[in-house]
């Protein structure tokens, strides 16, 4: 009996590659189709809309205003509008304390924040899960509850219509701890803690050498949003402050466009001035941010 041998076709040898699309390769770059355009563009115009309006109602009279349908296109009294607006409210003034506030705040959040979310997330202490659930559970607490308590205790310190008390109420913020301890268990690897204390570093020179340059993106996001925080705080500085003595920019806004009638289009143009410096530092800064963002998660 003779066996006959056939020599496989290479084309049915194996099972076969199928080579998927070019954005979905090794080492491909991923290309968005039309729809994914669509929807960015979508959801683009929808955030712009209240700012772009915002600017039109700023650029018009309160009696264009008040017609039907109303402008959708920009008008002749921006600067007028703006320069009155600038005047009536003293933003001048409100913008330099709530620069202050803001800053002091902010800064002041970040160490604070960075130091104790180190502290929970890398030191091995007694009690260290009983205070962080305390920590969190202080964020389920409405601020509300506590303004009569701090208002009395702001009175009797004589503080009124003075920026510390805007200040100290917001030095500290479980918020800022809680997101702190989240990056560094992902992002600082407990050999590198563990390298320094044996080259005889104390707990302040670990903070200062490897915690603060691991956590820098995350203290620059957590310092961008807690300046906008503590500018659009509205309801605790407008019962502390006064319009006349030492605003800020929410409570001076607070009081422009008042009388019988309403003037939108003034107040439209005090709530486009307190959002500028906002987009300014966005502008400025958010790239830099973002960047820090992607090299810390490439880094964890």
């Known amino acids: ?87 009536d409210a003293d933003l001048g003034k409100a913008f330099l304390n709530t620069t202050v506030v803001a800053g002091v705040s902010a800064g002041t959040i970040v160490l604070l924040s960075t130091v104790a979310g180190f502290a929970f997330a890398k030191l091995r202490f007694r009690g260290r899960g009983a205070l962080m659930l305390l920590v969190i559970g202080t ?13 009395m205790m702001v ?43 044996v080259d005889g570093a104390s707990s302040w020179r670990v903070v200062w050498h490897v915690v603060f340059p691991t956590a820098r993106p995350a203290m620059a996001v957590l310092g961008m949003l807690m300046f906008v925080q503590a500018w659009n705080d509205f309801l605790w500085p407008f019962l502390v402050l006064t319009q006349t003595g030492n605003p800020t920019v929410q409570v001076a806004l607070a009081g422009l466009g008042r009388g019988y009638t309403p003037d939108q289009s003034l107040i439209m143009a005090g709530a486009l001035l307190g959002t500028l410096p906002l987009l300014l530092v966005f502008a400025l800064f958010g790239k830099q941010i973002v960047g820090g963002i992607m090299q810390g998660a490439v880094k964890g």
């Open 1 to 87: 009996m003779t066996t006959t041998l056939t020599k496989p076709d290479a084309r049915t040898a194996g099972p076969r590659r199928v080579r998927g699309p070019r954005s979905a390769r090794a080492g491909g770059q991923l290309h968005a189709g039309p729809v994914a355009y669509v929807v960015l563009a979508l959801f683009t115009v929808g955030s712009l809309f209240p700012l772009v309006w915002t600017a039109i109602a700023a650029s018009r009279d309160n009696n264009r205003l008040a017609q039907t349908p109303p402008p959708f296109w920009f008008g002749s009294n921006l600067a007028h509008n703006l320069s009155v607006a600038w005047s």
């Open 139 to 151: 964020m389920m607490v409405p601020p509300q509850l506590s303004i009569i308590p701090l208002y």
């Open 155 to 197: 009175a009797k310190l004589d503080w009124t219509d003075q920026l510390q008390a805007v200040i100290l109420p917001s030095l500290v913020s479980a918020f800022g701890v809680f997101f702190m301890r989240q990056y560094l268990i992902q992002a600082l690897p407990d050999e590198i803690v563990e390298a320094a204390r």
